[in-house]
């Protein structure tokens, strides 16, 4: 195995160690929503119930604020998230001498 004769610029020491450090990163993170799906036992048995609850309540609501609450409705996020990360690490390898604390890029 080959040795690399390295000195220090500073103090001449052989005593040199070499780090690895994180110089910058690059990317962004996107989020996705998906709609749940449901079987089609689910929606013979349970989600028609659903769907009649919801329009009798929308239709109460409606009554009780005059049909104001037709023109401002919520919107909502069905369904589960998904966040991508699609990042890029950079990094640059620094040498450290051990003997007087003297840094530089390699």
Sequence with gaps: ?????????????DN?????????????NKTTY????KSILYMLLISWWIWIFRWLWGLIKACLTGGLSLFFK?????????????????????A????????WNV
């Design 1 to 13: 195995m080959e040795q690399n004769n390295i000195q220090c610029q500073k103090c001449g020491s």
């Design 34 to 37: 998906y709609k749940k799906r």
């Design 74 to 94: 919520k919107k909502k996020k069905t369904g589960y998230s998904k966040t991508v990360n699609a990042n890029k690490v950079i990094n640059k390898t620094v």
């Design 16 to 28: 040199i160690s070499f780090q690895v450090v994180e110089n910058a990163s690059i990317g962004t």
């Design 96 to 103: 450290v001498c051990q003997s007087c604390g003297h840094t």
